[in-house]
């Protein structure tokens, strides 16, 4: 069996080209053996709705094909492995509609729905944040999603590498944010203790130990400083945004980056 996209990348040449035919229904189909009605789109669709709900480490074939009601070797004529189907699932989570109008936004526009679209996806599937993308095998729905992004953020007027390293930042940036939110809520979920009741139980004893001198900076910060009313995520994407907007401006003027 292949890598499940969570640990170290053991896959062959072979398993890409599989997970390429199936992604762009280059593959051939079973002609005989599965289960009327079993399609490869409804075992895409179920796997997405079953990690959903439980995470990327409950999803197995065996578990799969439970779900589906089927047998598991049925399912191994549609999809090789879990990997394969690890492949099919990010694409299908990737996908965004097709644009019925031009983009009519700006470039900083276009980066800030970027950015909440993908924050947006990492709360609705949470086991995003196991799957490992740093090798993605590239199916309609990425490749779809690279080209609207692409296109939207090209007036930028920076070259092609620097256009796909604003990409890479602004997935860096928001997958950090998107951790710490989901796995807060998830802490939540797991132990019915809210985020608010989590620091107010620590309160008592960090009172005592700002009290202490130690730690002044600390200790003189307002009482907002950690509020939950501050948006921590579009403080930063906004200089983020800034950063480029300065970086864009000098260009024009035909300074250089330093």
């Given amino acids: 069996m292949t890598s499940t996209h969570t640990g170290e990348d053991q896959r062959t040449?072979?398993?890409?080209?599989?997970?390429?035919?199936?992604l762009w229904g280059e593959g051939e189909?079973?002609?005989?053996?599965p289960k009327p009605g079993l399609t490869l789109d409804r075992i895409v669709t179920e796997a997405v709705r079953l990690a959903d709900a439980e995470g990327l480490a409950a999803l197995s074939?065996?578990?799969?094909?439970?779900?589906?009601?089927?047998?598991t070797?049925?399912?191994?004529?549609y999809v090789p492995g879990k990997s394969d189907l690890v492949d099919l699932m990010l694409d299908r989570v990737n996908t965004v509609p097709d644009e019925t109008e031009p983009w009519s936004g700006g470039w900083r526009e276009?980066?800030?729905?970027?950015?909440?679209?993908?924050?947006?996806?990492?709360h609705r599937h949470p086991w995003l944040l196991h799957a490992n993308q740093a090798r993605p095998v590239l199916g309609p729905g990425a490749v779809g999603s690279l080209e609207r992004t692409l296109t939207r953020i090209r007036p930028m007027g920076l070259s092609d590498p620097e256009l796909i390293s604003v990409i890479v930042m602004v997935e860096g940036y928001v997958t950090g944010v998107a951790r710490t939110?989901?796995?807060?809520?998830?802490?939540?979920?797991?132990?019915?203790?809210?985020?608010?009741a989590f620091w107010e139980a620590q309160a008592p004893a960090l009172g005592r130990i700002m009290r202490s001198g130690r730690y002044p900076s600390l200790a003189g910060l307002s009482d907002d400083a950690f509020g939950n009313d501050f948006d921590h995520f579009e403080f930063g994407l906004q200089r983020l945004l800034?950063?480029?907007?300065?970086?864009?401006a000098r260009r024009e003027q035909g300074g250089n980056d330093g």
Wanted: hydrophobic share 35%; aromatic share 2%.
């Fill in 61 to 71: 074939m065996r578990r799969l094909s439970t779900e589906l009601g089927t047998g």
């Fill in 13 to 22: 040449g072979s398993d890409i080209t599989r997970s390429l035919e199936l």
């Fill in 181 to 196: 939110q989901v796995h807060e809520a998830e802490a939540a979920r797991k132990t019915g203790l809210s985020d608010t």
């Fill in 110 to 122: 276009a980066v800030e729905a970027y950015a909440r679209e993908t924050l947006a996806r990492h």
């Fill in 73 to 77: 070797m049925s399912l191994y004529r």
């Fill in 242 to 248: 800034d950063g480029l907007d300065v970086l864009i």
């Fill in 29 to 33: 189909r079973p002609t005989r053996g």
